[in-house]
């Protein structure tokens, strides 16, 4: 009698009736190989159970789709009632028809991980179509649903297949990924139609046999079968992989070219769905096996279990047709050979299972057999139980076990694994008894006997009765909970299956929790495969791990370091770097550069000085994220700190000059902080840092000197300089570790303290003079004896000091004479750099080596007065490069009074000898940003005040100028005030007018009334006082002084003083009888009114003084210069238009708004055309005149 199967229920009486005669299409996946289901198959028979009958269905659709369906059944030698069992497709189907979607697609997703892939619950949930959102009114009772039913879907076409689980996670980004989603289903659906075109073409192809061939081949033994195209192709592409593996490079390229049609880099290109034969030389070692005799073979019944069947599984009686078709034979074939595979995975199963339980049989025989612990020889033993020498507490247990790979070291990632070092050998067997102690304990641990009731209940029945227990064993996990971990490898292997199923349910929050459980893991795990899966789990724990997260991956890299050593740190870790070099997230590709400098002390020095070189080199110029740049560099430094192949030399410099250049602040800080000061420290061992390195930045400076005569890239000039600037450590380092007296250094308890500000402050404890000798206490030592040295005994054969004196300052101030005086940017980049320098080397060194140099060029006496040569070099940027870098290194009286009688013959020089004053400008520019040098500079001032000669005072006067916008308002009222007022009052007229600029930058930058109301009372007597009168030089000054301040001067000033003064200037130009002066003031007078326009100008004013001003300065414009009068007409009319419209305005919040829209109209359409002087003035007219 056929036992009921649970799931053969019909809907209705037709249907019943049907179900035996329909056909079922059971394919498998396209992997043919794919293994079969687990032993805990649910549909599988129980394990106690008969023999069953071996079931073959091929109930499969032949392509053709006219073909019926065979089915092979293969009765066993036990006799009994078939069992009646309905198919997994049949079971599919009744719950697609019933509406347990969620069923069916755990019952698919089973299948799947089985290998065996059901077409009808792959279309199913493949199709988009059965997932559509109904909208509008819900269906009628009598609309006919698919199979699915109106099942609501999500927003996007996503399908089972299609679906990516990371963009539903806790921090996936769900609208940015909709299009993703999108395309990656129609990139599955694109496969699947490959796939299946070529399983046709794969099946064409077998089949294909050329006409004249089929028509002369003979069944005879002797005559081969002629090749099929697939064959070939098969072959073809083995022979080439033979050439190639065997160095026949060129036979290989002759054989592609020969074969042009084949891609044989591609395996699937052949048109196979099976794995890749073996090798030529594979296949040619096994072709002379000779096959089993006939006498050895030995018949074996098969048993397979139902649920390892695909398709329609009900016993059906032998086929009547012996004779079947080709097609249906092949499937046939197709069936077996799945089979086989089935047994064969089982078999290999079984296998492993016997090897395992022979295993422990050996290991009990052992324990059983063993001697005592006190003389148990531990390396005798198989079992890779290494236990550490290095162990010295008794209280361990557990020794771990540990891969010969290891070093027999015991892990532990907290701290530093000191090497293995030899021990009294008593010592270590009394201390090593506790383990081969524990050990045994552990192996031979009796099995446990649990009291068996004094009942008569039958095997069967009480197997039955505890079947209610609800213990699960035949899932993953339940195979891992039922089998606990009987060794150290059992745990690391388990941890090793158990982590990749762990990592992706816990919390990003919490994730790196796991680090040091998938660490220890890497590092004991004996298979390397499963070792590399968790280090892709640990490098890909979080999606973008923060500083803190980033920092704990680092700390376990390191510590995983520590104890496998570099073989494996190159072949495991490095490859997690190099395939996230390219990530999308640049917290990621952060990780990977701040891992090759973590690492760099581990790996092998040829892997450290190419390949983590070359990345890091890629990444720092191809990268577009600063902090990803700013980790490079900082690995690039520990690298540079790691490296000892002298050929890398020029590349380190490439790669230092490349970072100076990055566009980001953060990135060229990180160069000077890290990665000079490093590859500093290695051209020091190399001997080549003043031979090669400040060497090759000097000519790189002067370079850009030759190549920028007129235009100067200031920019590059900087990165260079401020690279020297950061190599002044090192190179004082490297006078003071040469130095004659190095070898009497000694460190005694009696050396005294370096100053505070004996050095400048260094950028990073990588740039202190201190950390690069070693400690302070040496280089206070070396400090005393280098000044000692110089102050006394000086520099006889002291070389490297010498090159700094011979060499490096000549070239320095040379390069200091050829920069341009007028950049301030430069000027001050040198000072610093000169300062920087003085600071380092020492106030001996400054005074006795650096000033003389300098005080030689400059020759400061007054001989020089009337030469040419030298007034050339006061000219040049080298005045203040020495005042500012040298003469303020120290601040004591002897120093101030050397920087001030220094500027005062420099100014005295340059006045006497009528030169430009450029370089003593950019010396009181450079002094006067730092208010400690305002009372100096006003001590030099005062000088110059009270000199003698006229040209002095002039001098003087010109640079109040420059010093009032820093000075303070009450120095200007006690010092800067009077000494004007002096001057203002002086006999020569030259002298008076030149403190007119600094008067008017008084009224620009003051707020005091009572300073404004002296300065302006001293202004009116020039332009009212009689004698001033037909003074041309006067009121050119006072118009340039009024046109460059009265835009920035207080509004009532501008008002009441400077617009009525200039009207009565232009008005009184109009009766000029000079014409040379006459357009000189009407020139000036233009530039004055077109600064003036921009500002708001009260209406009365405007009427009054400004709008009779202009037309006074067009009258002379229209005889001097018809181009500027085209402008003054337009602006006349402009300002017309703007007093028109206040005047129509009715409340004053709209003549307001009125105004200042004109007002800015007009200021607009003025500076639009004040480029356009040139041009003739028609076409001015026809610029100037406004749209209708």
Known sequence: MASVNPFNLSDSEEEAERRPNETVDTARSPSVGAPGPPPGNPFSPPADAEPPTLLLSSNRTSPSGGEGSVSIAA?????????????????????????????????????????????????????????????????????????????????????????DFARYSDDGNRESDERVAVLEFELRKAKETIQALRANLTHAAESEVPSQERKNYKSSLEIQEPIRPLEKRALNFLVNEYLLKNEYKLSSITFSDENDDQDFELWDDVGLNIPKPPDLLQLYRNCGTPLPSPRDTVDVSVGVDFGDLPGNCIAQDPPKKPDLSHQQQTEVVQELEYQISLLNNEKQSLAEQIKKLQSEIQTLKRTVSSPPPATLDLGSQNTSHRLSSSTTTTSSTDPLSVPPTDNGQYLDIRGVSEPETKSDPSSTQTISQPHPQSLNTLKRRPPVQFAQPNRKLSPAFQQALLSFCRMCSDSRLGAEVSRIADSEESVMLMLGRCLPHIVPNVLLAKREELIPLILCTACLHPEPKERDKLLHILFNLIKRPDDEQRQMILTGCVAFARHVGPTRVEAELLPQCWEQINHKYPERRLLVAESCGALAPYLPKEIRSSLVLSMLQQMLAEDKADMVREAVVKSLSIIMGYIDDPDKYSQGFELMLLSLGDPSERVVSAVHQVFIPAFAAWTTELGTLQTALIPSLLARIEKLLMQGEHVLDEYKLHVFLSALQSLIPPLFAVVLQNAPFTSRAKLTGDISAIEVTRFPRPASPLQDVATIIGSREMLSALLLLYDYQLEHEGTTGWDSLLWVVNQLLPQLIEIVGRINVTSSSCVHEFSRFFWRLCRTFGKIFTNTKVKPQFQEILRLSEENVDTSDGNDILTKATVPIYATGVLTCYNQDEDRKLLVGFLEDVMTTLSLSHAPLDSLKASFVELGANPVYHELLLTVLWYGVVHTSALVRCTAARMFELLVKGVNETLVAQRVVPALITLSSDPEISVRISTIPAFGTIMETVTQKELLERVKMQLASFLEDPQYQDQHSLHMEIIRTFGRVGPNAEPRFRDEFVLPHLHKLALANNSQTAESKRIDVATQLFEAYSALSCCFISEEVMVNHFLPGLRCLRADMEQLSPEHEVILSSMIKECEIKVENRGMADAQGSMSIASSLVGEDAKTKFLSKMGQLTTSGAMLANVFQRKK
């Open 75 to 163: 009765i066993s030698a036990m006799a009994g009632a078939t069992e009646t069992r309905i198919s997994v497709d049949g079971i599919a189907a009744q719950l697609l028809r019933d509406q347990y979607l969620l069923t069916a697609l755990e019952f698919h997703t089973e299948l799947l991980e089985a290998g065996r892939e059901l077409p009808r619950l792959r279309d199913y949930f493949s199709n988009p179509g059965n997932f559509e959102r109904q909208s509008g009114t819900p269906p009628a009772k009598d609309q006919v649903l698919g199979p699915g039913g109106p099942l609501n879907r999500a927003g996007s076409i996503s399908t089972l297949d299609s679906l």
